[in-house]
């Protein structure tokens, strides 16, 4: 059983993931409306861009909300209360984020592939949002009971592999959030400068090609966010905050998972920024490819040779 003053910090912990998220988001949406590019786009997508901001804001209030009810009622001290507060409020949190980046992508989307490429591309990422946050934790939850047993299983097999220390639940947890922490930041950094381009006088110049390759890597870098923020909504849903085995595992793959379409993401744009610079396709795919492979060696070639070398 997780200590409440474990549970409590690791829910503002959680809070923290997701506030920075939809900070990203936020100034994006601020910015796009002084952008020379959104007086070129669409009446209607305007309006769905005041849409966006409006649910964003009220995403940010929600997930700001524990810290000062925390202050206010219980003056910082540990109570259950706290902690089923901040639960039930992250456990709507996101869905006003999710609508957010899925009128994003559509108003974005639209600006290159029209009106039916960008309901394709918001249906898209609405879609892996919603499953990801919501019904990824409403499914498990409902398996909970049957893999107890399993899960007590493969906690003392993780132990038992040579040359781990016998590490607690509560401190592998609280790593793996630290280590989805160090990744998150600067896919959402990223995420918010792919957007804001698209809204640039320079993005109309390149060539289609290249708005296509730019408009992949966006969707990469949004399903990376998407994951990484997906372990603090499926820890309130499934979990209620308590930290166990299957938590860890569930966080460590979605951390793995964000880290094979990141580096996509960034070389794809890597490669849009090589060839308006150089003019030369094949040299800017052959350096983006270099890249890429510098990225999945150094993240999993390495790593995986060097667990092959402790079992």
Known sequence: MTKLSDKIKTALDESRMLILGTQILLGFQYRAFFEKGFEEIPRVSRYLKLAGLAVLLLA????????????IV???????????????????????????????????????WGVRGGILMAGVIGAIALLFWFGYGLIDRTRKRRHLSKRKENSKEAQEDRGMSKTSIHNKVEQVLTETRVVLPGAQALLGFQFATILLEAFDKLPLSSKNVHLISLALMGVSVIFLMTPAAYHRIVERGEDTEHFHNVASRLLLASMITLPIGICGDLFVVLRKVTDAVSASLAVSLIALAIFYGLWFGFTIYRRSTHT
Do not use: C, Q
């Not at 901040?86 to 009128?103: G, K, S, W």
């Open 60 to 71: 940010v209030a929600l997930i700001m909300w524990p810290s000062a009810y925390h202050r």
């Open 74 to 112: 219980w003056k910082g001290n540990d109570a259950e209360d706290v902690h089923e507060f901040a639960t039930r409020v992250m456990d709507v949190a996101l869905l006003p984020v999710a609508i957010a980046l899925t009128l994003d992508f559509y108003v974005l989307t639209a600006k290159v």
